[in-house]
Every structure is written in C-alpha cells, then in structure tokens.
C-alpha cells in the first residue's frame, strides 16, 4: 500500500527496471531502476539463520552500544583538543 499516486507510479517504474513503455521506440527510460533479484542460495542462507534471530540480534546490539560509546570517547577527546 503506497501513500498517493505518485508513489505508485515511481514503485511501477522501479519494478520494470526504471523503463516507463512509452516513448519513440515504446520503451522510454526516465529513473534509474535495478534488478534487485535475491538467488537461491541467499535466499536459503537467509531463511537458515531466522532460526538464530535473536543471536544475531544481540550481538549487533552490542556492537552498536560499543561503537556508539567507542564514537563518544573520541569525540570528546576531539573537542577537548580544539579548544586548546
């Protein structure tokens, strides 16, 4: 569900690869689109790490707070330095 038309038309020209079929030759090119196919083995990667979810989850937090902390310190130290 997309939120005005606009939006519905953007997602329809991001989902054929950017081409609008229109045009001189009936293709018309108008945004950048991708083809953003996930392969099978991704996708069976993916689907058997759900069964560790909360694992990784946690993990990445950590991370998150330690770097977060990590990214404070160095801050602080930059900007005792700046007013010497």
């Known amino acids: 569900m997309l939120n005005n038309a ?3 038309r953007l997602a329809e020209k991001y989902r054929l690869q950017g081409v609008t079929r229109t045009g001189h030759d009936g293709l018309d090119v108008d945004v950048l689109g991708g083809k953003f196919n996930m392969t099978d083995v991704a996708a069976a990667i993916g689907l058997g790490q759900f069964a560790h979810i909360d694992a990784i989850t946690a993990h ?3 991370l998150a ?3 977060s902390s990590a990214s404070a310190v160095i801050s602080k130290r ?3 330095r700046s007013y010497r």
């Open 6 to 8: 606009e939006e519905a």
């Open 60 to 62: 990445r937090r950590e």
């Open 65 to 67: 707070e330690y770097y």
């Open 78 to 80: 930059n900007t005792a």
